[in-house]
């Protein structure tokens, strides 16, 4: 059975940091893309970054270039988004998906909120 849980996220003041954390299960961790994607109060779910399974290439939004980096453990199952110079626009639910071919798994997502 797949499961894909995220964890990390709370509330913090502009300026400062958080690491999200992706533990997956149930499927060959090391050979999907790991994505970080996130959902504003009424706004869509909109892409944030991707790793390839080999952590070889990484890719970012516009929006979170120079300030978040994805990486990933294929020895832990986890990937990891390490988010810096957090702003209020940042504020969302934060999900986790792991894709490979037609093959798609979504976590249940966890709260990032940034307010002073």
């Known amino acids: 059975q797949v499961h894909i849980v995220e964890s990390g996220g709370g509330l913090v003041q502009p300026g400062e940091s958080l690491r999200l954390s992706c533990v997956a299960s149930g499927f060959t961790f090391s050979i999907y893309t790991m994505s970080w994607y996130r959902q504003a109060p009424g706004k869509e779910r909109e892409f944030v970054a991707s790793?390839?399974?080999?952590?070889?290439?990484?890719n970012y939004a516009d929006s979170v270039k120079g300030r978040f980096t994805i990486s990933r453990d294929n020895a832990k199952n986890t990937a990891y988004l390490q988010m810096n110079s957090l702003k209020p626009e940042d504020t969302a639910v934060y999900y986790c998906k792991a894709s490979h071919t037609w093959f798609n798994y979504w976590g249940q997502g966890t709260q990032v909120t940034v307010s002073s």
């Open positions: 790793i390839s399974s080999t952590g070889g290439s990484t």
